[in-house]
């Protein structure tokens, strides 16, 4: 009968008689030595558990993973429509609704407006496009300058109009109700209205009834302000890009250097300058390959 064989104990005795101890990994920690893995691990999950009182060490950096907002700063970067209409406006035929319904203010506002405030969506068209020509349907009895989107958005022109020294800046937030000029909020992280971009485009000519509106498709930029404490940060830049990425051409009203600069840097070269209405040059942009 054959013989059994027998599992050698964990504790086996070498050739000179002592026990035989299993060798350390030297990725384990030991008395004395710095962390192995073990307590990397654990340091890792003790920091990722911040503490109520923001008194945790931050986490560990994380390698950067395409596609997630926390590690795109372009993606942290959205422009959102000023949607608040007059009454009295012509109905748009086609309106998206506003994409964020509540909005984190500038630190400088928050004492009058709050801390955030809400999109009303009394100026929403319905698919015929009357619900606002109807005053009666209207779902919001409030004046249009009774809205805290109106009160936000003309703090920001009048720090335009004060740091530009800009006469009539703020007139861009009524032209904005009449549909005469469009503008955009500039949001960062939470939703913060850091800045804003005024414009007068293709639709904006139609309800001005300008001859020749439906082929003059060229974006006009009339003003575009971002909080100082936001600058330096990249919104104005990304601002931009998202309000452009379709056209090739645009104009912009009297822009300084760091407009200049941020439309060079997205592939715009300078075509021209004229003399807008207001005596300030209206300077023509068109991108590398593209004749105005």
């Given at each position: 009968m054959s013989q059994l064989m027998r599992t050698p104990s964990p504790r086996r005795r070498n050739d000179s008689g002592t026990p035989f101890t299993p060798p350390q990994d030297d990725r384990l920690s030991t008395p004395g030595t710095s962390p192995g893995?073990?307590?990397?691990?654990?340091?890792?999950?003790?920091?990722?558990?911040?503490?109520?009182?923001?008194?945790?060490?931050?986490?560990?950096?994380?390698?950067?993973?395409?596609?997630?907002?926390?590690?795109?700063?372009?993606?942290?970067?959205?422009?959102?429509?000023?949607?608040?209409?007059?009454?009295?406006?012509?109905?748009?035929?086609?309106?998206?609704?506003?994409?964020?319904?509540?909005?984190?203010?500038?630190?400088?506002?928050?004492?009058?407006?709050?801390?955030e405030i809400h999109v009303c969506h009394c100026s929403d068209c319905d698919k015929h496009g009357v619900r606002r020509r109807l005053s009666g349907r209207r779902t919001c009895r409030r004046d249009t300058e009774s809205h805290p989107e109106y009160a936000l958005l003309l703090n920001l022109t009048d720090r335009f109009e004060e740091e530009c020294?800009?006469?009539?800046?703020?007139?861009?937030?009524?032209?904005?109700?009449?549909r005469e000029k469009s503008a955009f909020f500039i949001l960062g992280p939470g939703s913060t209205a850091v800045g804003y971009v005024a414009a007068e485009v293709a639709a904006n000519r139609r309800v001005q009834g300008v001859q020749d509106?439906?082929?003059?498709?060229?974006?006009?930029?009339?003003?575009?302000?971002?909080?100082?404490?936001?600058?330096?940060?990249?919104?104005?830049?990304?601002?931009?890009?998202?309000?452009?990425?379709?056209?090739?051409?645009?104009?912009?009203?009297?822009?300084?250097?760091?407009?200049?600069?941020?439309?060079?840097?997205?592939?715009?070269?300078?075509?021209?300058?004229?003399?807008?209405?207001?005596?300030?040059?209206?300077?023509?942009?068109?991108?590398?390959?593209?004749?105005?």
């Open positions: 893995l073990l307590d990397r691990i654990y340091e890792r999950k003790r920091a990722a558990l911040v503490d109520l009182n923001g008194a945790a060490d931050a986490p560990p950096r994380r390698r950067l993973r395409r596609g997630d907002p926390q590690e795109n700063t372009e993606e942290k970067v959205s422009v959102q429509r000023f949607t608040l209409v007059s009454r009295g406006a012509p109905p748009a035929k086609r309106k998206q609704p506003a994409q964020h319904e509540f909005l984190r203010v500038p630190p400088r506002d928050s004492v009058n407006l709050g801390d020294e800009r006469e009539n800046a703020r007139d861009a937030v009524n032209e904005a109700c009449c509106s439906d082929d003059d498709k060229t974006p006009f930029v009339t003003q575009i302000y971002v909080e100082p404490e936001f600058r330096k940060q990249g919104y104005a830049s990304q601002a931009l890009s998202l309000l452009l990425r379709d056209h090739g051409e645009v104009r912009v009203d009297a822009p300084g250097d760091i407009v200049s600069h941020i439309l060079k840097g997205q592939g715009f070269i300078c075509a021209g300058s004229k003399e807008g209405t207001d005596g300030r040059p209206v300077v023509a942009f068109a991108r590398e390959g593209i004749n105005v």
